[in-house]
């Protein structure tokens, strides 16, 4: 964030003095959309970031990621212009932007994400039931073995579950909390508690005896993704676009951007982008899923109609 | 000539202010981190702070959503198993290869190592922790047949590594310290070199090699991307080698950018913070004092 800012400051400054004489250059001054949180949606927003510098190149967007915690942090704080989340916006957040800014935090949901269970691939294991998912993760979950599951682990390392987890900031470990272990309850202690969704997925690849959770759009031909079912007995579902647009799959997000209050010209301007149909392609190619239509914010509509 | 002589008393006054306000700095800025840890954590411990629960639970739990808690046994055996571990490794390596270097090796051989040995303590923290995770992971997965990689064995590997180049530069001083006149001596008496090492150059240099190992021991405790990385991050009772611990250095880290400013969990994060000023101000003085111990002798 610092750097980002460093960044924009230098480029203020050096526009500033490169035209300092010429007034009609003046009023061009770069804008700069300061961008930060979730790191589900870090890559989605490098890439928008990227590519909406070539369609408005007067406007650069920063992004960082760190976390859905810390971006909301910044919202509330006033030092970011979009916080990106993969969790919503809690009241204690929403209290505090009130109290430091006087402004109201505004959500857009700006596509979905589908939580997958990744194991290591020579993991026999193919599906797996919320209640079992419960049972490694919970606080007083009992499954500490993979024997106590039903799978035998090839090799001679036993079959201790060695449990991925998330920092405590992130969007993706309070969403896997509520959806897997419900609104009150804690995880066990004991988990590797990991800084990123990227790290999840290469740690699993390099473990065998290990399972975790990333969003889906991180999956590598290294780790194995497992069906989810809701309750054992019912049909267990890959996550997938189709999965979790229809709802089938138990453990879909939404993925969200917070701007404080009604957003500026030129941050409306780049969030209208982001919901036209270019932003909404790089979002899927980073295999997430599009907002549908319905969803999106109502003067999204309405600027569609003016050319 | 007066004037002149006026100019000169003026930039002396100035040149001389100037130094003893560098001199003074280091004074101020310590006091000031203290002052500002104390600031920032000091509230929470006069406010009905739950001491028992702080140092003799290992429930960590800040962002519960039913039940906070506040326990850092965990993290602090954490700290020091990783901490024993790595001084178990470094503190012979260090001590032996200050031996080497002091009394064994040729000029030219000395030279060389000097140089690798800064080298080696140049290299930033985070590098060696990517280390921990990509090369020692796999590596003790397949040699010990363990279930992870990152633990309190590659935590302390890569903590050892990371202090020999203090104990090696700090051990070889006092070694230097020694008076020629006693290895004369040794020698005279018709000692071996090991001889003159084990009976005259260690006893003689005792304190010097006790506070080399202990500013060691301050770096290994004070230590945060590495061992974040490297030893799995999981709060956990070690039970073995191959068990993930979490650190105090690292929850920090990891934890502060998320809490609120001036919430509970961010004010509990500076208590840590001045546990392990505690610790690391109670290694370093020992440290200090012992090597004064040399001096007056």
Redesign the interface.
């Known amino acids: 964030m610092w750097a980002g800012k460093a960044l924009a400051m230098a480029a203020l400054l050096c526009c500033a003095l490169g035209c300092g004489g010429d007034s009609s250059q003046m009023a061009h001054k770069k804008k700069t959309i300061q961008n930060a949180g979730s790191d589900t949606l870090v890559n989605v927003a490098q890439a928008w970031a990227e590519d909406y510098a070539l369609v408005e190149p007067e406007v650069s967007v920063e992004v960082s990621g760190?976390?859905s915690?810390?971006g909301l942090?910044a919202l509330?704080a006033g030092t970011v212009d979009i916080a990106n989340s993969s969790r919503h916006a809690t009241q204690?957040e929403i209290e505090?932007a009130r109290q430091n800014t006087g402004k109201e935090p505004v959500e857009f949901t700006v596509g979905y994400d589908a939580l997958a269970i990744f194991v290591h691939p020579s993991n026999p294991m193919e599906e797996i039931t919320i209640a079992q998912i419960a049972e490694i993760y919970a606080e007083h979950g009992k499954a500490t073995h993979w024997a106590q599951l039903g799978v035998r682990l090839p090799?001679?390392?036993?079959d201790?579950i060695?449990r991925v987890s998330r920092?405590?900031?992130s969007g993706t470990y309070h969403f896997f909390?509520e959806a897997i272990l419900g609104?009150?309850?804690?995880f066990r202690?004991?988990?590797?508690?990991?800084?990123g969704s990227k790290d999840v997925v290469e740690?699993i690849a390099?473990?065998?005896?290990?399972i975790g959770y990333s969003g889906m759009g991180y999956a590598t031909h290294e780790v194995k993704m497992l069906r989810v079912a809701t309750k054992p007995g019912e049909k267990a579902i890959i996550p997938c676009v189709e999965s979790t647009m229809n709802g089938s799959y138990p453990i879909a997000r939404p993925l969200l951007m917070y701007t404080l209050g009604e957003p500026a010209a030129h941050v409306r301007a780049y969030l209208q982008w982001i919901y036209s149909a270019t932003g909404q392609a790089i979002l899927a190619k980073s295999g997430y899923v599009p907002a549908p239509k319905e969803q999106h914010p109502q003067w999204n509509a309405d600027a569609k109609e003016t050319p | 000539m007066t004037e002149r002589g006026r100019g000169e008393i003026i930039t002396e006054w100035l040149i001389e202010s100037v130094i003893r306000l560098c001199g003074i700095s280091a004074i101020v800025f310590v006091f000031g981190i203290f002052f500002f840890v104390f600031r920032e954590g000091g509230s929470v411990l006069f406010q009905d702070f739950k001491f028992g629960e702080f140092f003799f639970s290992t429930s960590w739990y800040p962002s519960s959503p039913s039940n906070v808690r506040y326990g850092v046994l965990a993290l602090i055996v954490g700290t020091f198993s990783v901490t024993a571990l790595a001084m178990v490794i470094a503190v012979p390596f260090g001590i032996g290869a200050a031996i080497f270097v002091s009394e064994f090796c040729g000029h030219k051989l000395r030279e060389t190592l000097k140089i690798v040995i800064e080298i080696l303590a140049a290299i930033p923290s985070v590098v060696w922790g990517f280390i921990g995770l990509t090369v020692l992971n796999p590596l003790i997965i397949r040699l010990f047949d363990a279930p992870i990689g990152l633990n309190v064995l590659n935590g302390g590997i890569i903590l050892a590594l990371m202090s020999v180049p203090i104990i090696v530069s700090i051990g070889e001083d006092a070694l230097k310290a020694v008076p020629d006149s006693y290895r004369e001596a040794g020698l005279a008496l018709g000692a071996t070199r090991w001889q003159l090492v084990y009976r005259v150059l260690l006893p003689a240099a005792k304190n010097g090699l006790l506070a080399a190992a202990l500013l060691g021991v301050a770096r290994a405790v004070g230590e945060t991307m590495a061992v974040l990385m490297a030893t799995g991050h999981a709060i956990n009772i070690p039970g073995s080698l191959l068990d993930p611990v979490r650190t105090l250095t690292a929850t920090i880290a990891a934890e502060l950018g998320e809490a609120p400013v001036h919430s509970a969990h961010y004010r509990v994060l500076f208590v840590i913070g001045i546990l392990l000023f505690l610790i690391t101000t109670a290694v370093n003085l020992t440290a200090d004092l012992v090597i004064r111990g040399i001096r007056r002798k």
């Open positions: 760190g976390g915690g810390t942090a509330t204690a505090r090799g001679k390392r036993g201790k060695i920092q405590s900031n909390r609104k009150t309850a804690d202690l004991g988990s590797l508690d990991l800084h740690l390099r473990t065998p005896n290990a």
